[in-house]
């Protein structure tokens, strides 16, 4: 070696520096990324998020409940995948009951149409049921063998709880194609009439 001298002058040898310098880079590179992506997620987060109580009460009140037995907290969706939202009055682990709503994609410059209730998921109705349920209500079919066999396995043996396996199936490649925005209701709220 030269004795090739350090930016500091200590000595190091440049490999040392250079190594500094795309460290330095490369964090910034980085915190550039995330930084974006965050601003991304919050301006959907904002696109998707009632403005006001108002609007809150409304959409509680579209999807057929009393807007004033939902507290207020609980009217912020949160965007799970590009078709799938969670409004919980409840976290979605210990609510007794999913209420899957639906309603076809909006293109651009349309008007969003009304959410329809689709189907209840019981949290503790037997693994069958309950399977067949939640591909009904989150993927619009009858359960195929092998995944039933496959969830039915998982859940038993204690490998997956039943709101992982939920929300595994709302955010799945399946549902992004079906050309439905699904809403997920947990609440302890009074059912509506309609569910």
Known sequence: MSGTMDREGTGRP?????????????????????????AELAAQQAGTSPASEAEAAELWESLGFDPASVPPAAAKPEQWSQNVSLI????????PEWRIYHRPRRSLGQPAQPFEFGQKIVMQAPIADFLHAAYRGLLRREPDLDGLAHYRARIAEGHIARHEVLRAMATSDEARRLDLELLIVTTDAPAPASA
């Open 14 to 38: 440049g490999l040392l520096a250079i190594a500094d310098d795309c460290l330095a880079a490369l964090t910034a590179a980085l915190t550039s990324k995330l930084d974006g992506r965050l």
């Open 88 to 95: 919980a009055d409840l976290p979605p682990e210990s609510a």
